[in-house]
């Protein structure tokens, strides 16, 4: 994995989309052109959002979140968990008590979301169920035990608190420019 600060990734796009500057032995200064490194920022900013919400899991930092979820126990047994910020998207949770993880998780208007609304037809601890409303996961369903529902794992695709760029070498591949439309 590429641990990356802010300067380092913009020098690596304008290495790799061509603008370096190739000559050093003269100073050429404008002062009505484009500021280049802010706008390649706005655009590495909205490609590596875009690149942590869709890229393969095993090209980004993915960390156990499961000492920062909010945890809340709903009266129909299921539970409602508070992404913490630093989330991006679910990858592999898992209550105590449930006898499996859930990896693939359910959009709240798929079949299967709508499938959670009836005891009989919900997620268990044999089959759980998550669906993803995107700031919170609904977990189907609590084991039944006195104790409050606890994680064992909540694994997610986390954006690094500190502005670096975590990302694996192969994600590089996918870096280019959008299309601008000229008026």
Not at 18 to 43: N, S, Y
Not at 161 to 181: M, R
């Amino acid at each position: 994995m590429l641990h990356l600060s802010r300067e380092q990734m913009l020098a690596m796009w304008k290495r790799l989309l061509h603008f370096e500057t190739p000559r050093r032995d003269c100073v050429v200064e404008r002062d009505d052109g484009l500021d280049l490194d802010a706008w390649l920022m706005t655009i590495i900013d909205t490609w590596y959002a875009h690149t942590l919400a869709t890229a393969p899991v095993e090209w980004l930092p993915v960390e156990d979140l499961r000492d920062h979820v909010t945890l809340t126990l709903l009266s129909d047994g299921a539970v409602d968990a508070a992404l913490p910020v630093q989330a991006v998207r679910p990858v592999e949770w898992k209550l105590d008590g449930w006898k499996c993880p859930v990896s693939e998780f359910a959009a709240p208007d798929s079949v299967t979301a709508a499938l959670q609304a009836n005891p009989f037809t919900r997620g268990g601890a044999c089959r759980p169920v998550v669906v993803d409303h995107g700031d919170r996961l609904t977990l189907f369903s609590a084991p039944d035990a006195p104790a409050p529902p606890r994680l064992a794992t909540a694994r997610c695709v986390v954006r690094p608190a500190d502005g670096t760029f975590i990302i694996h070498q192969q994600a590089l591949s996918t870096i280019s420019l959008p299309e601008i439309e000229m008026p």
